[in-house]
């Protein structure tokens, strides 16, 4: 099992920037990609940002040039974080972080809150 605590949400104006920071505890030995999903209201989830092992990344279009996720990883804790900066309204999602293991099994956080206000 991976356990994740997230933290960093908040609320911004737009142009403003936040740091969002995942946490992951647990059989983190097994962890492949860490990464980030969004649900705004009334939309789907959508994949923000994620990190490989191997420090590859793969952004969604609409963040590209203005978010950078980046990771953190040692044998007692692995950490995923998300810098947004020239937020916009439309960034406005409670987001959640996602881990998945080498065996497939794929692992979310409780996600956080995140505003922005025009």
């Known amino acids: 099992q991976v356990q994740l605590v997230e933290s960093g949400g908040g609320l911004v104006q737009a142009g403003g920037s936040l740091r969002l920071s995942c946490a992951a505890s647990g059989n983190i030995f097994r962890i492949s990609d860490m990464g980030w999903y969004r649900r705004a209201p009334g939309k789907q989830r959508e994949l923000v940002a994620m990190?490989?092992?191997?420090?590859?990344?793969?952004?969604a279009d609409s963040v590209k040039g203005r978010f950078t996720i980046s990771d953190s990883r040692d044998a007692a804790k692995n950490t995923v974080y998300l810098q947004m900066n020239s937020l916009k309204p439309e960034d406005t999602a409670d987001y959640y972080c996602?881990?998945?293991?080498?065996?497939?099994?794929?692992?979310w956080g409780r996600g956080t809150q995140v505003t922005v206000s025009s």
């Open positions: 990190i490989r092992s191997g420090g590859s990344t793969t952004y």
């Open positions: 996602n881990v998945m293991d080498t065996v497939g099994s794929t692992y």
